[in-house]
Nanobody, 111 residues
Framework: QVQLVESGGGLVQAGGSLRLSCAASGSIFSIDGMGWYRQAPGKQRERVGTVISGGNTNYADSVKGRFTISGDNAKNTVYLQMNSLKPEDTGVYYC?????WGQGTQVTVSS
């Protein structure tokens, strides 16, 4: 079992920044494979970015150059630094690992 808890969401103006955190506990020993997803109102959940092996990351085209995933293996925590936020970034952001999902944190970007 793995538990994931996101935090750091909120309301921000367009062009602003937010940093989300996802703390993992349970049967997880590396942040490799952890990912961020988001779901906008009325839309399907989409992948934002993933930590792949060796701490490398990849991102959806829509966030490349604006969002950065980092992590702390000692704390089993991953972060999502979001810069230059746009109204279309609004949604519930989820952290995931294998079949486990966090409860999500709301990000709202006002124009």
């Amino acid at each position: 079992q793995v538990q994931l808890v996101e935090s750091g969401g909120g309301l921000v103006q367009a062009g602003g920044s937010l940093r989300l955190s996802c703390a993992a506990s349970g049967s997880i020993f590396s942040i490799d494979g952890m990912g961020w997803y988001r779901q906008a109102p009325g839309k399907q959940r989409e992948r934002v970015g993933t930590v792949i092996s060796g701490g490398n990351t990849n991102y959806a085209d829509s966030v490349k150059g604006r969002f950065t995933i980092s992590g702390d293996n000692a704390k089993n925590t991953v972060y999502l630094q979001m810069n230059s936020l746009k109204p279309e970034d609004t949604g519930v952001y989820y952290c995931a690992y294998l079949q486990y999902w966090g409860q999500g944190t709301q990000v709202t970007v006002s124009s």
